[in-house]
């Protein structure tokens, strides 16, 4: 048996991306831009300095990834540490503070602020 814990979303960025683009998109990436969800007409940016998950619309020639349009949105904190802190959040019966988050993540106290705020809302 293993634990939860171990599963590799939490711990490896490009598997963290994986996992939430197979619940996100579960035939396959969609242009949050213009619609689009042809997978001919949209290409995967593997340069070596790209951010991982990083895609390129073809029809309406726009960059994006899976956080565009979710509560991922504008967050620079690694997608892995989102999956931890969601994980702690809806496995906990009375909730988690910021500080909580802060302290098990080790992460910042403003990112565990808005990533706790972010979780919350998705929440309601
Ligand atoms: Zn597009």
């Known amino acids: 048996m293993s634990s939860i814990l171990?599963?590799?979303?939490?711990?490896?960025?490009?598997?963290?991306?994986?996992?939430v683009e197979a619940h996100l998109w579960p035939n396959g990436p969609v242009c949050p831009h213009c619609g689009n969800c042809?997978?001919?007409?949209?290409?995967?940016?593997?340069?070596?300095s790209t951010r991982i998950g990083l895609r390129k619309c073809y029809d309406c020639r726009k960059p994006f990834t899976v956080k565009v349009?979710?509560?991922?949105?504008?967050?620079?904190a690694p997608m892995r540490y989102w999956l931890q802190a969601i994980y702690l959040m809806c496995s906990s019966k009375k909730g988690v503070s910021t500080r909580q988050l802060q302290r098990t993540l080790g992460v910042?106290?403003?990112?565990?602020?808005?990533m706790g705020?972010?979780?919350?809302?998705?929440?309601v």
């Not at 979710?70 to 620079?76: A, G, L, N, P, V």
């Not at 705020?117 to 929440?123: G, Y």
């Open 38 to 48: 042809d997978s001919v007409r949209i290409g995967r940016l593997t340069g070596k």
């Open 69 to 76: 349009g979710t509560i991922f949105e504008d967050s620079h």
């Open 6 to 19: 171990n599963a590799p979303y939490f711990h490896d960025e490009a598997a963290a991306y994986e996992y």
């Open 117 to 123: 705020h972010r979780i919350r809302h998705a929440m």
């Open 108 to 114: 910042g106290l403003k990112t565990a602020w808005f």
